[in-house]
């Protein structure tokens, strides 16, 4: 089936900054349309997201060019052309040309990606997740509840602390995250907390260190009448490269040295019920997040985000030179879906746990939701129990448990 037309627009994320939407239409009728999320804490490997820069826009960040990349050269390149997921992606490298996707963006390229691969499934009668075969497992949730960092004005270096329910069925991980939830909001509540939330849904409460964020969290989880460490575990999100000032880190307002933040996160997993530090050093610390994971890595998951930026090269390296054990997968940071792919086969093949995940601008796009069914990818990282550019993928994943389970 061939293409017929391809049409991008400017819309707005979640944070209310521009973002890229592109429609593809087929010859048959079939229509599809994607929307490209935006992150906050970027890792600086990752492909270009094309802004205007225009300062009588949006405070120049808008995306009328990468908008117009797609309603002339992109668009130009694809009439006619047979729907074909990596011929077309290579073809939208060639078009750009560049290794970071700096002259069509990787916000352009990425939105007529997801675009071909909805097209795709549609033509094939078949939902996302059903298209690359035999679906796997419904993935556990890695539920963002406090947030920090660059995410909110809470105070708190860490950027996200999140809980990781266990629960049997997606439908009762779910119910036990928004439980945990609303218990929290309470307690935050009748303790003179902020319950406002942050970019991703989570609270932002101002407290004063991150343990006091974490015994909120453990309080919340038994209140709710859940076991911590055997119905809920904790996930953390450090960002770190975003509390290092090039030689030291800072936590609780405190410089430390890379061997007391590595004795810090060691006596975290030992005091709570933690199975997952990502970004735990600064992205160019090699050396430190080595040997936390010599140290660790057979206990927790240690997850690379701005080490690797879904990027099949810094995948290889992290591999040869053995550090981390587990990949968080965004679309955006590499710009294809063909890439993404590729990347996660190498992960899977080296036992590397993968962790599809969202942005902290997000659309109402769910295709992440499906992403992680339908390549078994076992963790999705969506956000909190509240906003509705986050529920969106939660209850798309209700919907393919329930489909799943009427055709198994």
Same mark, same amino acid.
């Given at each position: 089936m061939k293409i017929k037309n391809v049409y991008a627009r400017e819309i707005l994320d979640s944070r209310g900054n521009p973002t890229i939407e592109t429609d593809l239409e087929l010859e048959n009728g079939i229509l599809v349309r994607s929307g490209v999320p935006s992150g906050a804490s970027t890792g600086e490997n990752e492909a270009l997201e094309l802004r205007d820069k225009d300062s009588e826009r949006y405070h120049g960040k808008g995306v009328l060019t990468a908008v117009n990349n797609v309603n002339t050269i992109i668009k130009d390149a694809l009439i006619g052309k047979d729907l074909n997921q990596e011929e077309i992606d290579n073809l939208l490298l060639e078009l750009d040309g560049t290794p970071n996707k700096s002259k069509l963006g990787a916000n352009a390229i990425l939105s007529v990606s997801l675009c071909v691969l909805k097209a795709l499934a549609k033509l094939n009668n078949q939902e996302i997740y059903e298209y690359f075969g035999k679906a796997g497992a419904l993935p556990i949730p890695m539920m963002n509840i406090i947030n920090g960092g660059v995410h909110a004005s809470s105070g708190l270096e860490i950027?996200?602390?999140?809980?990781?329910?266990?629960?049997? +069925?997606?439908?009762?991980? @779910?119910?036990? $995250?928004?439980?945990?939830?609303?218990?929290?909001?309470? &307690? /935050?509540?009748? *303790?003179?907390?902020?319950?406002?939330?942050?970019?991703?849904?989570?609270?932002?409460?101002?407290?004063?260190?991150?343990?006091?964020?974490?015994?909120y969290i453990v309080k919340a989880i038994s209140d709710s009448n859940y076991v911590p460490g055997k119905d809920i575990c904790i996930a953390l999100d450090c960002a770190a490269s975003e509390f290092f000032d090039g030689e030291k880190y800072i936590i609780n307002k405190q410089k430390i040295t890379k061997d007391e933040l590595i004795n810090y996160y060691v006596g975290l997993i030992e005091k709570y019920p933690?199975?997952?530090?990502?970004?735990?050093?600064?992205?160019?610390?090699?050396?430190?997040?080595?040997?936390?994971?010599?140290?660790?890595?057979?206990?927790?998951?240690?997850?690379?985000?701005?080490?690797?930026? +879904?990027?099949?090269?810094? @995948?290889?390296? $992290?591999?040869?030179?053995?550090?981390?054990?587990?990949? &968080? /997968?965004?679309? *955006?940071?590499?710009?294809?879906?063909?890439?993404m792919l590729k990347t996660i086969e190498l992960a899977k093949k080296n036992n590397y746990k993968t962790i599809i995940s969202h942005r902290s601008g997000e659309t109402e796009d769910t295709t992440i939701a499906h992403l992680a069914v339908g390549l078994d990818l076992g963790y999705i990282k969506t956000g909190s129990l509240s906003r509705g550019e986050r529920i969106c993928k939660y209850n798309e994943l209700l919907r393919i448990e329930e489909y799943k389970g009427k055709n198994e």
């Open positions: 950027q996200e602390f999140m809980i990781v329910p266990k629960q049997s +069925t997606f439908k009762e991980r @779910l119910r036990c $995250g928004s439980e945990v939830f609303h218990t929290l909001k309470k &307690l /935050l509540a009748n *303790n003179g907390f902020s319950t406002s939330v942050g970019d991703e849904g989570g609270f932002a409460p101002n407290l004063h260190t991150i343990e006091e964020a974490l015994d933690i199975i997952s530090i990502e970004d735990a050093f600064a992205e160019n610390d090699i050396e430190s997040i080595q040997r936390l994971t010599a140290l660790i890595g057979n206990k927790i998951m240690l997850v690379g985000d701005d080490y690797f930026v +879904t990027n099949i090269k810094y @995948l290889q390296k $992290g591999i040869d030179e053995e550090y981390n054990n587990a990949i &968080l /997968l965004k679309p *955006n940071q590499i710009g294809s879906v063909t890439e």
